[in-house]
């Protein structure tokens, strides 16, 4: 055995990653409750509304409130393994980055949100959506996804950072998370409502913009907090 | 970090959670190579100060220093050098122990690990069942494999809660080159085996309610004295 290294970030990162994933792989209980979800989810609003299709705000609401309800189970299983095997002691007892944590961790939180978008835009497109995008809008829909995926992510992660320290942590996760998402989910909502709207129009770029500068804020927020948020 | 520094040296260390202190002022210096034993009821501070040792918990006073840093602020420069086994695994129930500990390999940024890796399997008696996830093992197997995982990196001092229980008599042989005293590394061990515990001990540490009741070289102890911190 060669002489061991406080590993790098990256390493510490993959190694994480790929373990996160190979748990999801094993016991695949996240996506299926999310991928779940969204269905169920898309079904009780067909009925409830009364509608056989939907479009423009009222799409655009369904959609991401789902997406975002969805969101909130993927970041309540986040840390469950952590918690329940001692993993988290296991990483805090080595000497790697807790940077490395917060990246691993919303990376595969983004992951199972970017699955989770693309399964349930299909099902709701089949299921409820009354006009059908063009080639253009689904592009611009899939752009918007990755960005709000993106910042559900990193405040998910950093809220199951906090969570994970108290004993009310299931509670926590709901009532932190989802004001701190409002900003969020109303620029995706109004980027959306025109790109599921008969006729069709065209992404808002001022949206777009207050969605990039809230995955920047966030971004920025998580890695200086996380750190002290994880360690005793 | 000098040769001749204490392993580890407590000053007026106190753990609170909340209003209750779970480590009451435990002052204690331990040079390296020894060991300490840690003796005391169910709920006396053992587990804390393992925790605060292997900087998973911070101290809320006073001082706690291993190989020569400071706990408090440079617990990072030891975490290398720290072997912790606790209560938990810490592996995965989803993994195969040769993915558990490969993973932990990765963390500790030891490079070839896999040769490691087989070793201290071989050692436990765990390498024909290694590629086997580890939520079927039992309770001996699964303390063998967190004893893998301590001491995988080759720290220089292990923290270990009550290492042999779940153990049978085999078992505790098997594990004897990795954690037992002829390794030749700073050891501190809570345990609720008196004689067992003296046996290997250069320092006894007795705990009451966090705090210490005892603490005296070994070889001025009985185990009469022990078992008076259970009554």
């Known amino acids: 055995m060669s002489a061991a290294r406080p590993p790098s970030v990256l390493s510490a990162t993959r190694a994480v990653l790929y373990k996160e994933l190979t748990l999801e792989r094993r016991a695949p209980q996240t996506l299926t409750a999310m991928a779940l979800f969204c269905a169920s989810a898309f079904v009780i609003f067909h009925f409830a509304l009364g509608r056989n299709e939907v479009e423009g705000a009222l799409a655009a609401g369904v959609l991401w409130v789902t997406l975002a309800l969805a969101a909130l189970l993927g970041i309540g299983r986040s840390f469950v393994a952590d918690r329940e095997e001692g993993g988290l002691d296991g990483f805090l007892l080595a000497p790697a980055p807790r940077t490395a944590l917060l990246v691993a961790k919303a990376t595969t939180l983004l992951i199972f949100l970017l699955i989770i978008g693309f399964f349930a835009s299909v099902i709701f497109s089949v299921l409820l959506l009354g006009p059908t995008p063009n080639a253009s809008q689904w592009a611009s829909l899939a752009l918007l996804i990755v960005l709000a995926d993106l910042g559900i992510a990193l405040v998910g992660t950093l809220i199951a950072g906090i969570a994970i320290q108290t004993r009310a942590r299931d509670l926590i996760t709901s009532i932190l998370a989802l004001p701190l998402l409002i900003p969020l989910l109303i620029a995706v909502t109004k980027a959306s409502e025109p790109l599921l709207t008969v006729g069709g129009g065209t992404l808002a770029w001022r949206w777009l913009a207050l969605l990039g500068l809230y995955d920047l804020i966030f971004g920025l927020l998580a890695y200086a907090l996380f750190d002290y948020l994880v360690e005793d | ?231």
């Open chain 2, 1 to 231: 970090m000098a040769s001749t520094e204490p392993a580890v040296v407590c000053s007026g260390l106190v753990r609170r959670y909340g209003e209750r202190r779970a480590l009451d002022g435990i002052d204690l210096t331990l040079e390296q190579g020894q060991t300490l034993v840690v003796f005391g009821p169910n709920g006396a501070g053992k587990t804390t100060l393992l925790r605060v040792l292997s900087t998973l918990l911070r101290p809320s006073e006073g001082n706690a220093s291993l190989l020569g840093s400071d706990l408090r602020k440079e617990g990072w420069k030891v975490r290398s050098q720290i072997g912790f086994l606790g209560h938990q695994s810490l592996c995965y129930g989803d993994l195969t122990a040769r993915e558990n500990l490969r993973y932990h390999a990765r963390l500790h940024g030891i490079g070839g690990a896999a040769a490691r890796i087989e070793a201290v399997l071989e050692q436990t008696q765990l390498s024909d069942r290694g590629d086997e996830r580890v939520f079927g093992y039992s309770r001996g197997m699964l303390q063998r494999l967190a004893i893998c995982r301590a001491v995988l990196h080759e720290p220089q001092v292990l923290l270990l809660d009550e290492p042999r229980s779940n153990l049978d008599p085999a078992a505790i042989e098997q594990v004897e080159p990795l954690i037992g005293a002829a390794v030749g590394r700073t050891r501190v061990i809570a345990s609720h085996d008196p004689a067992g515990g003296l046996a290997e001990a250069n320092l006894v540490l007795g705990l009451r309610n966090g705090a210490a009741t005892l603490l005296a070289p070994a070889e001025q102890v009985s185990t009469e004295q022990i078992a008076e911190l259970y009554r």
